[in-house]
Nanobody, 123 residues
Framework: QEQLVESGGGLVQAGGSLRLSCAASARTYTLPAMGWFRQAPGSEREFVASISRDGTTTNYRDSVKGRFTISKDNAKRTVSLQMNNLKPEDTAVYSC????????????????WGQGTQVTVSS
């Protein structure tokens, strides 16, 4: 299985912005439908956003709607997550993976989970 590589996390004050990136290697001809997920300490991994294979359809969890934007560049084999107006409750490790539907059902076996990227939002 190919592993994805996430980057772009960091420490930011509440109200700030970050842009996360998720990259697949050249072994991946075209990215399938993809999703971003996050896991805070002591919590289960949760769905954040998804984007269809062709990039035309997106879906978000309610708490990030209007603040986060997912996008996809099939030529570069990357998926990005623009996060604006960040809140302390957005603090988590963010990861990406292939999904089977807009609700973020993981496409098990398509990619191995990467290390993720830490996002920390201070109040």
């Amino acid at each position: 299985q190919e592993q994805l590589v996430e980057s772009g996390g960091g420490l930011v004050q509440a109200g700030g912005s970050l842009r996360l990136s998720c990259a697949a290697s050249a072994r991946t001809y075209t990215l399938p439908a993809m999703g971003w997920f996050r896991q805070a300490p002591g919590s289960e991994r949760e769905f954040v956003a998804s984007i269809s294979r062709d990039g035309t359809t997106t879906n978000y969890r309610d708490s990030v709607k209007g603040r986060f934007t997912i996008s996809k560049d099939n030529a570069k084999r990357t998926v990005s997550l623009q996060m604006n107006n960040l809140k302390p409750e957005d603090t988590a490790v963010y990861s990406c993976n292939a999904v089977l539907d807009a609700q973020g059902t993981i496409h098990t076996g398509r990619f191995t989970w990467g290390q993720g990227t830490q996002v920390t939002v201070s109040s």
